[in-house]
């Protein structure tokens, strides 16, 4: 479940990476225009890269944390929609192997783990399709 969950959070992180890097790139062309628009509304302008330059440094940050915990899970895949894929079917995997198992509290956390990580899956996998 450790690995599910690591793998979970590094799709989360190439998500915002990729939100990040699209933020920007709007805030770079708008800035571009508005310089072409002969120097006219410069503090927009400033504002803009500014921006642009935070959200950048957002995304570099998010992809930070996505090669941190897909380290940790020990997968190549840098790919959202990939790395989603694996989780659930790891996840899955799990709550197959917890039905020949013992009631204890030990695997009632372990379901209630699966549980959430199929939910933040879903999540996740909504915002593959705002890309």
Do not use: F, P
């Given at each position: 479940m450790d690995k599910v969950e690591m793998l979970c959070l590094g799709a989360e992180a190439l998500l915002d990476q990729y939100q990040y890097d699209q933020?920007?790139?709007?805030?770079?062309?708008?800035?571009?225009?508005?310089?072409?628009?002969?120097?006219?509304?410069?503090?927009?302008?400033d504002e803009?890269?500014?921006?642009?330059?935070?959200?950048?440094?957002?995304?570099?940050?998010?992809?930070?944390?996505?090669?941190?915990?897909?380290?940790?899970a020990a997968s190549g895949l840098r790919d959202?929609?990939?790395v989603?894929?694996?989780?659930?079917e790891a996840a899955m995997q799990v709550k197959a192997a917890l039905k020949a198992e013992e009631p204890s509290a030990e695997v009632r956390g372990l379901k209630e783990r699966v549980r959430q990580v199929r939910i933040k899956?879903?999540?996740?996998?909504?915002r593959l399709t705002e890309k």
């Open positions: 933020r920007a790139l709007e805030l770079l062309d708008r800035a571009q225009e508005l310089l072409e628009e002969a120097g006219e509304d410069t503090a927009a302008v803009l890269l500014d921006c642009a330059l935070e959200l950048e440094e957002e995304a570099r940050a998010a992809a930070g944390e996505a090669e941190r915990t897909l380290g940790l959202a929609a990939g989603l894929d694996l989780a659930e899956i879903t999540s996740l996998r909504s």
